[in-house]
T-cell receptor, first 115, second 116 residues
C-alpha cells in the first residue's frame, strides 16, 4: 500500500527522556513535515525538509530534532528540553508531478503522553 | 504573515441538514493554495480539496461544495444533506506557491457533529 506510516501510534514517556517518532513514506515525495496538534487546536509546524540531508525549523522547533538521511524517512526526536510534549504528532509529505504536486498528505499520527 | 481563521468552533446539525463552514484567510502572496482537510475521530487528516488562488471557480464533489471568493478572502465549504459519517473536525489551510516543500498554515478547525 502507498502512503505515510507513523509509529508508534501511542507512546508514553517519562519526564527527562528523549523519544523518537518514526515516519516513513513510499510516495516518492521530496518534502516531508512534522506538525504538532494540541487538543481542540489546529496544527503547528515543527520541522520540514525539502530534500535529503536538509531540513528547516518551523514555528515551534524548540525541544525537537529531526534527521533526513533517506528520502523516505523523516524521524522526529522529542527531547527532554521540550517543556510540554504531550500532544498528537502528524507527519506529512508532498511532491510529485501534475496539478496535485504541492498537496500535502498526512500519516495517521502518533499520540505522545508524558507520565 | 499568513493567517487562517475559522470562526465557528463547533456546529451541530441533524442528519440531512446542510452545513456551511466558514474560512477566512490573510496573505501577502499573490499566488497561493487553499486546502480543506477532514479529521475524523481516528485522528488522521484526510485531504478534501486544493484550490489555486488564480482559479476562482466553485467546485462540487458529491455532497461537498466549495465557494472561493478572492475579493473577500474566503474559502467556504458546504456539506449538503449531511450524514453521521460527516462528523469530524474540518480544517482550512493556506500555503505559499512554489516548489514542493510548501508549508501549511492551519485554521483552528471546526468540529461538525451530525446527529441521527
Amino acid at each position: 500500500d502507498g502512503g505515510i506510516t507513523q509509529s508508534p501510534k501511542y507512546l508514553f514517556r517519562k519526564e527527562g527522556q528523549n523519544v523518537t517518532l518514526s515516519c516513513e513514506q513510499n510516495l516518492n515525495h521530496d518534502a516531508m513535515y512534522w506538525y504538532r496538534q494540541d487538543p481542540g487546536q489546529g496544527l503547528r509546524l515543527i520541522y520540514y525538509s525539502q530534500i535529503v540531508n536538509d531540513f528547516q525549523k518551523g514555528d515551534i522547533a524548540e525541544g525537537y530534532s529531526v534527521s533526513r538521511e533517506k528520502k523516505e524517512s523523516f524521524p522526529l526526536t522529542v527531547t527532554s528540553a521540550q517543556k510540554n510534549p504531550t500532544a498528537f504528532y502528524l507527519c506529512a509529505s508532498s511532491g510529485g508531478q501534475g496539478a496535485f504536486g504541492n498537496t500535502i498528505y498526512f500519516g495517521e499520527g502518533s499520540w505522545l503522553t508524558v507520565v | 504573515a499568513q493567517k487562517v481563521t475559522q470562526a465557528q468552533t463547533e456546529i451541530s446539525v441533524v442528519e440531512k441538514e446542510d452545513v456551511t463552514l466558514d474560512c477566512v484567510y490573510e496573505t501577502r502572496d499573490t499566488t497561493y493554495y487553499l486546502f480543506w482537510y477532514k479529521q475524523p475521530p481516528s485522528g488522521e487528516l484526510v485531504f478534501l480539496i486544493r484550490r489555486n488562488s488564480f482559479d476562482e471557480q466553485n467546485e462540487i464533489s458529491g455532497r461537498y461544495s466549495w465557494n472561493f471568493q478572492k475579493s473577500t478572502s474566503s474559502f467556504n465549504f458546504t456539506i449538503t444533506a449531511s450524514q453521521v459519517v460527516d462528523s469530524a473536525v474540518y480544517f482550512c489551510a493556506l500555503s505559499e506557491a512554489g516548489a514542493a516543500g510548501n508549508k501549511l498554515t492551519f485554521g483552528g478547525g471546526t468540529r461538525v457533529l451530525v446527529k441521527p
